[in-house]
C-alpha cells in the first residue's frame, strides 16, 4: 500500500518577491483556462493524460496557426518551463472539474446552482527540484527558490524555520521529497514536502488478530481497548487532554463575552484561534490513539462510524458542533497505516446504550455522565462498556463472515442475538466464540 505524508516547512524571511510571483503564476494559470475552455472539445476526445498534457502544451506556444487566438508566450515570455507545465497541469485539471460537474447538473435536470468555470483562482506554484528549488548547501536550514522580482525569474536564498527543519532530518531522513509546494496559511508562507512510502498492511486471520477498539467521546476523549477474538481483554486506557479543553473553552468564553458586548463581526481571528486548538486537539488524540494501538501490537483500529444528520439542538450543543470525530478518525487512520495496521468501522448504533454483559439497557448518572448503572444494578464506565461492545461487534462480523450458510445459521440458532448487529455486545462474543469452538471439537 503506498502512503503519502506531507510537512509544511515556515519560510522565516519573507522579504523576497513570493508576492510578484504568485500574481505571475496565478495569471498564467487563468490565461491557460481560457484557453482549454475554448478548445476543450479537441481535447476531450484524448483519452491518455500524457497525450492530452502534450496537446495542451502545444496549444499555448505561438504558432502561425494559433496566434490570432493565443499569446501565452508573449504575455510570459520568461516563464521557466517547469512552471509552465505545473500551470498546464493545474488549468487541465480545472477545467476538466468543470465541464464533469456541468454534465452531472444537466443529467440531474439543472437542479441548483448552474456550475461555473472560475479563472481568478488561488493556485499555488510548485518548486521542482533543480530548476525552482535548491538546498543550500553551505547552511542546512536554508535553500534557494525561483522567483519573479518584476522583471526576470532569479535565485533568493530563504531561511527555513529550524524546528521544522529538524523534525524532518529526525523522522524523515533517508526519504525523498517530492517537489515542494508553496502555501500561505496564518499569513504566513510554508513549503509542503510531500513523502511517498510504500507499506505492508498486516495479514494476521481474524482468530489471531489483536485488535484496538476505540470509543471516541465528548467527555473522555477516546477510551481504547486492546482485545482478541475470543473476547479476552489484553489492556484498557482512557485518552483524555483536560488542559487543552480547559484552554479552548476559555477562549469560547471569551468569544462569548465579546460577541455580547461588541457584536459578532470583529470576532473572525478570536474563532480561527479556537479552530486551531481544537484542530490540534484532534492531531493529539489521533497520535495517542495510534501509539497506543502500536503498543500494544495491535493489527486493527476499530471505530464507530459516526455520522450526525440533521439540526443540532440542546445544552451540548457547541461540544458537537466541536467535535472532530471524523477528522480523528482519518488523521488515526493515516497513522496506522503508516504503521501497517488496518482500519475498521462497525455500526454505532446502541454501543452505548447496552451494557456490556448482556443484561440490557444502561441508565446513565444524571450527574456524571460517564457512569452508568446496569440492569443487574452494577455500576460502570458507560465509555469503556461501549468499546467492549465495539470490538465484540467487529469480531462476530468477521468471525461469521467467511462460514458456510449451513454453520452459521446453527450458530445463530444457538446466539440469536448475533442475527442482528446493531444489538450484539461484548457478552455475546463471548458466547459465540464458545459454541465455535464446541462445534469444531464435534
Not at 315 to 336: F, V, Y
Request: charged share 30%; hydrophobic share 35%.
Amino acid at each position: 500500500m503506498r502512503t503519502v505524508s506531507s510537512y509544511g516547512v515556515e519560510l522565516r524571511k519573507q522579504n523576497i518577491p513570493i508576492r510578484q510571483t504568485l500574481d505571475i503564476y496565478r495569471s498564467a494559470v487563468s490565461c491557460l483556462i481560457e484557453i482549454y475552455a475554448q478548445t476543450w472539445d479537441e481535447l476531450a476526445v484524448i483519452m491518455e493524460p500524457k497525450k492530452r498534457f502534450n496537446t495542451a502544451e502545444h496549444l499555448v506556444h505561438t504558432t502561425k496557426k494559433n496566434q490570432a487566438r493565443f499569446d501565452f508566450d508573449l504575455r510570459f515570455p520568461k516563464m521557466p518551463s517547469y512552471l509552465r507545465r505545473a500551470a498546464i497541469q493545474h488549468a487541465l485539471g480545472s477545467v476538466s472539474s468543470y465541464k464533469t460537474r456541468l454534465e452531472l447538473w444537466k443529467k440531474m435536470d439543472k437542479k441548483g446552482g448552474t456550475p461555473k468555470l472560475v479563472c481568478g483562482n488561488h493556485a499555488m506554484p510548485v518548486f521542482y527540484r533543480d530548476v525552482m528549488y535548491r538546498e543550500d548547501t553551505e547552511e542546512k536550514d536554508g535553500a534557494y527558490l525561483k522567483l519573479y522580482d518584476g522583471h526576470d525569474w532569479k535565485w533568493f536564498r530563504v531561511s527555513l524555520s529550524h524546528t521544522d527543519m529538524e523534525y524532518l532530518r529526525k523522522y524523515w531522513a533517508g526519504k525523498r521529497a517530492a517537489a515542494p509546494v508553496l502555501e500561505k496559511r496564518h499569513r504566513k508562507y510554508f513549503l509542503r514536502f510531500s513523502y511517498i512510502e510504500e507499506v505492508s498492511l498486516t495479514k494476521a486471520p481474524v482468530k489471531e488478530q489483536i485488535i484496538c477498539s476505540v470509543d471516541l467521546g465528548i467527555n473522555t476523549d477516546a477510551v481504547c481497548t486492546i482485545m482478541r477474538s475470543d473476547g479476552t481483554v489484553l489492556g484498557r486506557k482512557f485518552i483524555d487532554f483536560p488542559s487543552e479543553k480547559d484552554q479552548m473553552y476559555r477562549v469560547l468564553g471569551r468569544i462569548s463575552r465579546f460577541q455580547r458586548e461588541h457584536g459578532s463581526v470583529q470576532v473572525k481571528s478570536r474563532w480561527a484561534y479556537a479552530k486551531r486548538l481544537n484542530t490540534e486537539l484532534g492531531r493529539k488524540i489521533a497520535g495517542a490513539v495510534a501509539g497506543y494501538a502500536e503498543e500494544n501490537h495491535a493489527d486493527v483500529i476499530v471505530f464507530e462510524y459516526l455520522e450526525t444528520k440533521g439540526k443540532i439542538s440542546g445544552r451540548k450543543k457547541q461540544k458537537l458542533h466541536l467535535w472532530r470525530k471524523r477528522d480523528i478518525q482519518i488523521r488515526c487512520e493515516h497513522q496506522a497505516h503508516r504503521r501497517g495496521m488496518r482500519i475498521s468501522r462497525i455500526c454505532a448504533w446502541n454501543t452505548s446504550r447496552l451494557a456490556c454483559d448482556g443484561s440490557g439497557t444502561v441508565v446513565r448518572d444524571p450527574g456524571n455522565h460517564s457512569l452508568c448503572t446496569f440492569q443487574n444494578g452494577k455500576r460502570y464506565n458507560c465509555d469503556l462498556s461501549a468499546s467492549y461492545n465495539i470490538g465484540a461487534r467487529y469480531f462476530i462480523r468477521e468471525l461469521l463472515k467467511p462460514l458456510p450458510a449451513t454453520e452459521r445459521s446453527l450458530l445463530e440458532a444457538k446466539v440469536p442475538s448475533v442475527k442482528r448487529r446493531i444489538s450484539c455486545v461484548y457478552a455475546d462474543l463471548r458466547e459465540l466464540f464458545s459454541e465455535m469452538e464446541l462445534l469444531r471439537a464435534a
